[in-house]
């Protein structure tokens, strides 16, 4: 009896030493194009993680499965990434609020090294209404920072920890903006320098049926033009219905490089490489205001707060498509 008992408590123990298998999660695979005016574009194995926080998916961070994606309201189709606010749990609406990375072949966070390059999307947001911000951004998270299980965030804003954040679009249908924010170690331009055209005078430049038409899908081009190594202008370019849109705004200015690196500090950290994240969200706290409210945008006090948007357009989602990156003049040709 005792030499069974040993045998027993000998095979527990060797089992409790061998470490769990963690699967490997399943990465929705988004492809998209590095480009060069020499070469034309190259198509990436990329794909997206789910930031490790995501409230509605089941699996753990690092082994989630297609189904956790889509509790999260996120899919992807093609070149295309779809993600949606609010999704159905137990007959229940829920807000979601997806925010997703992109990922290289390697099983690293894709770096995007942008300076004196420029960034292309297409992009459907006319489901988003006042309220609502459909976000494609750049943060400079490490590469090998935890792109396994949508680890390792940082923004300017200081969420998970303090790094360079250049906001490409922040924008609904009804309003945009394009915002750099600079840091200098922990210490944050957490509001930026952007361009909005409303609140810069362009009040019939953005929404359904304007010269943007946010009511029809449109090609986004954001230019990060360089003078001796460094980031001397970001531009922003419109292309819809095979038209090239003028007036899509310039940055060429980011307050004090000694207070937070300017638009100098910027373009270091787009040379160095940035990671590329997406999301879907709605602010409780002003409603967004921020960005299409008062001088930012034509809508209303209270329009856009959440309660709001889930009960007149549960259905809000962003579509991201065709990123491409490169060469000035690259992405777009043809």
């Known amino acids: 009896m005792s030499f069974k008992f040993s045998l027993v408590s000998l095979v527990v123990s060797l089992l409790a030493s061998i470490p769990a298998v963690q699967c490997a999660e399943d990465y929705p695979l988004l492809p998209t194009w ?16 789910l930031d490790q926080d995501s409230k509605n998916a089941h699996g753990a ?8 994606y889509t509790a999260m309201g996120v899919s992807t189709s093609g070149n295309a990434l779809t993600m949606y606010h609010y999704v159905k749990t137990d007959g229940k609406l829920t807000a979601a609020s997806p925010r997703v990375y992109l990922r290289g072949d390697d099983g ?3 770096m995007l090294s942008l ?16 309220g609502e911000n459909g976000a494609f951004y750049l943060s400079e998270m490490a590469a090998d920072g935890g792109a396994a299980a949508g680890k ?32 200098k170690g922990s210490s944050c331009d957490k509001n930026g320098c952007g361009y909005n055209p ?13 010269t943007v038409d946010t009511s029809k899908p449109f090609t986004v081009i954001t230019q990060f033009a360089a003078s001796g190594g460094k980031l001397s202008q970001i531009t922003r370019k419109y292309i819809q219905n095979g038209r090239q849109i003028s007036g899509g ?14 638009l100098t500090g910027m373009g270091q950290a ?9 999301s879907i969200w709605n602010d409780a706290a002003q409603n967004m205001a921020w960005l299409d409210a008062g001088s930012n945008g034509p809508c209303t006090s209270g329009q856009g707060s959440p309660s709001n948007i889930q009960s007149q357009h549960p259905d809000t989602h962003v579509i991201f498509s065709n990123i491409r990156w490169g060469d000035i003049g690259s992405t777009t040709k043809g």
């Open 270 to 278: 787009l040379g160095r490489g940035m990671v590329l994240a997406m």
């Open 115 to 130: 300076l004196n390059q420029e960034l292309s999307v297409d992009v459907d947001f006319s489901t988003l209404p006042c």
């Open 61 to 68: 961070a690092g082994s989630r499965t297609t189904a956790d």
């Open 152 to 183: 390792g965030y940082c923004d300017a804003q200081c969420q998970g920890f303090c790094c360079n954040e250049m906001d490409i679009l922040e924008a609904n249908s009804m309003a945009t903006a394009m915002t750099p924010h600079p840091c």
């Open 34 to 49: 590095k480009c060069t005016t020499s070469g034309g574009c190259k198509q990436q194995n990329t794909s997206i993680v």
């Open 249 to 262: 705004g310039s940055i060429s200015s980011c307050g004090s490089e000694g207070t937070y690196g300017g």
């Open 108 to 110: 690293k966070y894709a």
């Open 198 to 210: 409303y609140a810069s005078g362009q009040r019939s430049f953005w929404g359904a049926g304007k």
